[in-house]
C-alpha cells in the first residue's frame, strides 16, 4: 500500500551514498578497517570502553547471554512487553525467560518491584529494555542486581542517543545491545552493536563473533597473521564493510535527528490533549534524555467511548483499521511474548500474572514517528486519529 504518512521512514542522502562508494572502490566488503572505525566512533559517542559490531541486535543479545555464561537451568527476568528476539536470545543459551510486569500505564518499561518478586535462588540475570528510547529505572535496578550478583543486559535496541544521568543507556548494565534495523533512529538496514566496559568480555565477544578464530580474513590480508586457530565455538555474527560505513554515517546524525523526534513528540503530545483527550500517551514524565524511538499511545477501553458492541479484541484493529483509510500506518509494540504459542508450550502449567502488561498491550497502538516526518504530518494524524475515534462512538 502507498501509505501518505509512513509509520516509519530513513534518513538517507549523499552522504551514506558516498559512504557505500568508497567501500565499494576500496574492494574490502567483508568485516575490515572500515568496521574498526565504527566500533571506535560508537564506543566514543556512549562512552563504552568497547564496542563490538555484529550482524544484527538477536545476534548481539545472544552473544551478551553466551558469555554471561546462562546455561540450563538458569532463570532471566525480563519484560513480556518486547521484541521477541529478547526472550528467544535466552532461550538459546538453554536458559529460562521469566516475565515481569511493567511499572504503569504511564512507563512501559519493566518494574524494578516486579524483577524483586520474580527472583529465585536459579536466577542468574536481568535483561532490561528501555521501551521506546526511554530510560529504565537503572539506579534501582543496578543496586538490586549487585545485592543479589545478578548479570545485567541492556536491550538497548531503541535507545540510540538516549542518556540517564550522565550515562548512555546500554552502558549501565554489563553488556549493552544495539539494533540498527531498518526502522530505528540509526539504521545500517541490519545490523547491531554491543557495548561493555569490561575488557575480558570483550575479548570473549570479539572472539565468539568470528567462528572463535584467533585471526581475522582482515588481518591476513593485511599480513598481520598466516594462519589462525580455532579456540571456541563461535558463531558467523560478522557484520560487512559497507553497512559499518553506513553506521558511521548515520551516528553522525543521530543527535539531531533525535532532537527532531522530540519536537515531534512534543507536538504530538500538545495536539493530543487538547484535541482527543481520551488518548492517553506515556511517558509524560520521562526521566534523562531519552532517544524517541517510536510514539506510543492508549487509545480508550471500548467502554469508555460506547462502541457499537465489539469483540474487545477487534476494538484496537478496528482503529487502526480507520486509521488507515486515512492513508495512516500504525502498529502495535508489543503482542506481549508470553502470548505467543512458544511460551505458552514453555511451561504449560505456569500462570504467567502481568496485569499491567496486560492493559497496555489491549489499548496500544503506535503512531507514525520518523526525523523527516513534518509538523503538517503530524497535524494530519491527530486529526484523523480524532476523526476515528469521533466514528467509533
Avoid at 542468574?124 to 545485592?147: K, L, N, S, T
Wanted: hydrophobic residues 40%; glycine residues 6%.
Amino acid at each position: 500500500m502507498n501509505w501518505r504518512i509512513a509509520l516509519s521512514d530513513i534518513d538517507f542522502d549523499i552522504e551514506e551514498s558516498k559512504a557505500v562508494q568508497d567501500v565499494l572502490n576500496s574492494r574490502w566488503l567483508s568485516m575490515g578497517e572500515e568496521t574498526k572505525q565504527f566500533e571506535a566512533d560508537f564506543a566514543s559517542y556512549t562512552g563504552a570502553k568497547h564496542a563490538i559490531a555484529v550482524t544484527n541486535a538477536t545476534a548481539a543479545l545472544h552473544l551478551a547471554c553466551v558469555v554471561s555464561g546462562l546455561q540450563k537451568g538458569d532463570e532471566v527476568i525480563l519484560p513480556s512487553l518486547t521484541f521477541v528476539a529478547t526472550a528467544n536470545a535466552v532461550r538459546y543459551t538453554g536458559a529460562t525467560p521469566v516475565f515481569a510486569d511493567i511499572e504503569s500505564m504511564q512507563s512501559l518499561n519493566i518494574s524494578p518491584a516486579s524483577i524483586a518478586k520474580h527472583l529465585t535462588k536459579k536466577t542468574r540475570a536481568i535483561m532490561v529494555v528501555h521501551y521506546a528510547g526511554f530510560p529504565c529505572d537503572m539506579p534501582a535496578i543496578m543496586q538490586f542486581a549487585r545485592e543479589h550478583k545478578l548479570i545485567v543486559i541492556e536491550d538497548a535496541a531503541h535507545s540510540a542517543g538516549a542518556w540517564l544521568e550522565d550515562r548512555h543507556l546500554g552502558t549501565w548494565g554489563d553488556i549493552g545491545c544495539f539494533s540498527f534495523f531498518s526502522n530505528k533512529n540509526m539504521t545500517t538496514g541490519e545490523g547491531g552493536m554491543l557495548v561493555t566496559n569490561d575488557d575480558a568480555l570483550a575479548e570473549q565477544l570479539r572472539l565468539l563473533r568470528s567462528h572463535g578464530m584467533t585471526s581475522l580474513s582482515w588481518d591476513r590480508h593485511k599480513g598481520h597473521a598466516q594462519t589462525y586457530d580455532v579456540i571456541a565455538l563461535g558463531y558467523n555474527y560478522r557484520i560487512d564493510e559497507i553497512r559499518s560505513a553506513i553506521g558511521r554515517a548515520q551516528l553522525k546524525k543521530l543527535d539531531r535527528n533525535n532532537a527532531r523526534r522530540k519536537e515531534l513528540t512534543i507536538l504530538y503530545r500538545e495536539l493530543l490533549a487538547e484535541l482527543v483527550p481520551s488518548i492517553s500517551v506515556p511517558f509524560a514524565e520521562a526521566a534523562g534524555v531519552p532517544a524517541y524511538h517510536i510514539f506510543p499511545i492508549l487509545i480508550p477501553k471500548r467502554g469508555e467511548i460506547d462502541p457499537i458492541m465489539l469483540p474487545v479484541d477487534n476494538y484496537r484493529q478496528l482503529f487502526m483499521d480507520g486509521m488507515k483509510t486515512h492513508g495512516i500506518q500504525t502498529s502495535f509494540h508489543y503482542p506481549p511474548i508470553h502470548h505467543f504459542n512458544l511460551y505458552k508450550e514453555q511451561e504449560p502449567h505456569k500462570k504467567v500474572d502481568l496485569p499491567i502488561t496486560e492493559e497496555v498491550c489491549a489499548q496500544e497502538v503506535t503512531l507514525p514517528l520518523y526525523s523527516t516526518m513534518t509538523k503538517e504530518n503530524v497535524r494530519f494524524v491527530v486529526d484523523a486519529a480524532s476523526n476515528v475515534l469521533e466514528k467509533m462512538r
